[in-house]
T-cell receptor, first 114, second 112 residues
Framework: SAVISQKPSRDICQRGTSLTIQCQVDSQVTMMFWYRQQPGQSLTLIATANQGSEATYESGFVIDKFPISRPNLTFSTLTVSNMSPEDSSIYLC???????????FGPGTRLLVL | KQEVTQIPAALSVPEGENLVLNCSFTDSAIYNLQWFRQDPGKGLTSLLLIQSSQREQTSGRLNASLDKSSGRSTLYIAASQPGDSATYLCAVMNTGFQKLVFGTGTRLLVSP
C-alpha cells in the first residue's frame, strides 16, 4: 500500500491570491490524481498529473486556474490560482499503480477563501 | 457519461444493527467498483474492491455485492459499531480508463 501526505492540511486565503498544495507519496506510483470535494458534495476529478508532461484536465477545469506539476513518481503539486470563495473545498491527492487496482488517497487540504 | 448515486444520503442506527448501503451507476461497462470510507481530516480509506467479473467481496464485517447488469452494488455492514460512523463512498472505474467516478456518499452514524 501507499501512504500519501499533503501540505498544508488546511488554509484560509484571501480572494485573488494563489495557494500551492503539495502531495508526497511514500513509494513510486504510476498515476497521480487531484480531486476536489466541495462542501456537502462528492469527489470530482480535476486532473491526472503526468510525470514530466502537462497534466490531463477534466471537463470544466483548466490549466490556468489549476496548474499542476509532477516532477517525479512520488511528488506532485496543485496550485489554485486567483482564488474566489467558490474555490473553498477540500482538495485531495490520490495515487495508483497501473498494475494494481486500489487507489490511495491523501488526507486532503481544506481550503477556505474569504 | 457515468453517474453514480448512493441511497440513503444519511443513516442513523443504534449499535449492533445490520445495515445496507446502496450504490447505483448508469453505465454498466465498468472495470471495477470500490467502496471507500471517509473520516473527517483523514482522507479516504479503501474498504473493498470488486472486479467487474466478481459478484461479491468480504472483509471482516463488511460484504459488498455487485450486479453489473442492473448497475447496482450494496455494502452490507454486520453488527454495526460506533467506530463505523463515517461517510461511505462508492466509486466506479469505467472500462478503458484509470479514473474513478464517485457517488454522492452515505453519511452513517452509529450510536451507542
Amino acid at each position: 500500500s501507499a501512504v500519501i501526505s499533503q501540505k498544508p492540511s488546511r488554509d484560509i486565503c484571501q480572494r485573488g491570491t494563489s495557494l500551492t498544495i503539495q502531495c508526497q507519496v511514500d513509494s513510486q506510483v504510476t498515476m497521480m490524481f487531484w480531486y476536489r470535494q466541495q462542501p456537502g458534495q462528492s469527489l470530482t476529478l480535476i486532473a491526472t498529473a503526468n510525470q514530466g508532461s502537462e497534466a490531463t484536465y477534466e471537463s470544466g477545469f483548466v490549466i490556468d486556474k489549476f496548474p499542476i506539476s509532477r516532477p517525479n513518481l512520488t511528488f506532485s503539486t496543485l496550485t489554485v490560482s486567483n482564488m474566489s470563495p467558490e474555490d473553498s473545498s477540500i482538495y485531495l491527492c490520490s495515487g495508483k499503480d497501473a498494475n494494481q487496482e486500489t487507489q490511495y488517497f491523501g488526507p486532503g487540504t481544506r481550503l477556505l477563501v474569504l | 457519461k457515468q453517474e453514480v448515486t448512493q441511497i440513503p444520503a444519511a443513516l442513523s442506527v443504534p449499535e449492533g444493527e445490520n445495515l445496507v448501503l446502496n450504490c447505483s451507476f448508469t453505465d454498466s461497462a465498468i472495470y471495477n467498483l470500490q467502496w471507500f470510507r471517509q473520516d473527517p481530516g483523514k482522507g479516504l480509506t479503501s474498504l473493498l474492491l470488486i472486479q467487474s467479473s466478481q459478484r461479491e467481496q468480504t472483509s471482516g464485517r463488511l460484504n459488498a455485492s455487485l450486479d453489473k447488469s442492473s448497475g447496482r452494488s450494496t455494502l452490507y455492514i454486520a453488527a454495526s459499531q460506533p467506530g463505523d460512523s463515517a461517510t461511505y463512498l462508492c466509486a466506479v472505474m469505467n472500462t478503458g480508463f484509470q479514473k474513478l467516478v464517485f457517488g454522492t456518499g452515505t453519511r452513517l452514524l452509529v450510536s451507542p
